[in-house]
């Protein structure tokens, strides 16, 4: 089973509708949908002012980092370093997850090239975004003169 439809079922688990998991594992979410679940005055501004312009169904794109890395700022160095530790090493498994892709999806002879070209897509972007959120914690030790490590 892809980690995309995994998502989607997990979204779902926790009661989110079929349009609304579809939209959120898809990375489209409806503007609507992500202003009502926004709590503070900050993100809700952030949401409007990132809505595409001429977007007649009112569906936005949105870059998952937006917010998972609101709040380096507040960790403490020992987190951040924690937290670069723990990305690596998922980083690491996505590489080997491409370099492997047998190992760890047991349909992978029986995907279609298409199936197998999406799925080594997506454990390129996670290794992108893995790495920005690995270099996003390097660059708050920089700021903070703790990067020794």
Known sequence: MSEGFG??????????????????SLGKISSEFLFSKA?????????LNNIEKNNKS????VDIQFFAEKDLENQSSNALKRGIRSLTQKMELHEEKI???????????TKSEIAKKGLLKHWEKEVKNLKDSINNRIEELSKRGDCND
Not at 7 to 24: F, N, P, T, V
Not at 39 to 47: Q, R
Not at 99 to 109: C, F, L, Q
């Open 99 to 109: 370099k492997n892709p047998k190992n760890y999806d047991k349909n992978w002879d």
């Open 58 to 61: 009112n569906i936005i794109s």
């Open 7 to 24: 998502e989607y079922r997990r979204l779902r688990e926790q009661g989110y509708s079929k349009e609304e998991a579809a939209a959120i």
């Open 39 to 47: 709590d503070d005055y900050l993100l809700k501004s952030n949401i």
